[in-house]
């Protein structure tokens, strides 16, 4: 960093935003978060890869991240014939509270803000899915929920069924945690009756009357900013890329792209040339886009009912082909926590 202290606004307080505030801080920025009302009831399951990642970061113990209940596998079944389970250890808990872990040190020195800094050298755009005009792939939608009364073995299950696919996992606060994915809002459950009715066709009997929470459907189809940077400002994050929970980590792109994100205010603190940072930034995202969207489309049309997501996979597969035209991602790859010049030649690969 320079020899001022660089003035740094983040813009939200989830994962990728603590992450890069956290990081920027180390660096001997001067971090300001300013962030909205917590939203509880987003039920996530973090690999125990990811978990490992961000107890790296923080300087924490695994341990002191185990919020919620840890899983021990995966059960998919997803087309005839492809009912399976398969050793995945992973963390269930609520999203905000895992954030408002890893933000409690930054709350108690006091980066947390009702106000905007107007003056700061950097802003993080780090709140909510990117803006109206970012390129979306597809309409589909998701909605969370939350069973009581029920009890179920230490798994995570995907399931595919008629109107769309079934996440279920532990809840955290009891009971079993659902999410209900839908080709389209217009399709997405709306009662507790469909929540049962779906629960239902993917092997889990529950009645309307043991849904006790059903959140309002929300977009899930994967999203970029475009661009995801303005003169010093950056989208991190999901507003940054949001990945479709089917075929994406979101708390590990959450990390690693907070990660890029510090490296690449660092690099322009250093002297490196900001317009090239900013390409480096946008292609590496769209690198990894493109790779999302190309496995969404391999495993949405191999669903059970895979016409259900035709429309889908179409958007996907169009904007797929349309990414290929983009240049690479320019000039530079991580070592550690920064970015290096790369050997001419040598481009990264289409991970963050």
Known sequence: MSRRRPRILVRGGGLAGITAAKLLRDRGADVRIVAGPRRPGRIVAIPIETL???????????????IGPMVERRRVDWAPGSADAVPQAALVCDAADFSAILARPLRDAGCFSGTADDDADWTLAASGRPAHDALRAGERVGQFARVAGMTCDPSIAITATSAGWVFTAPHPDGGLAVLLVSPSAALAAASRDDVAERLAEAGCAASARDVAEI???????PALAQPPHAKARLAIGDAALALDPLRGDGAGFALRGALLAQAVVAAVARGE???????????????VFASHLHGCVAHYGAARHAAIWRHEVAAMAALARRLAADPAPVGFRMQGHDLVAMPAGMQPHATM
Do not use: K
């Not at 317009?275 to 690198?287: E, I, S, T």
């Open 52 to 66: 490992r990642l961000a107890a790296d970061l923080f300087g924490l113990d695994v341990a002191a991240l185990q």
């Open 215 to 221: 959140g309002a459907p929300e977009s899930i189809a």
């Open 273 to 287: 040339e900001r317009g090239r940072c900013f390409g480096h930034y946008a292609g590496r995202l769209r690198a």
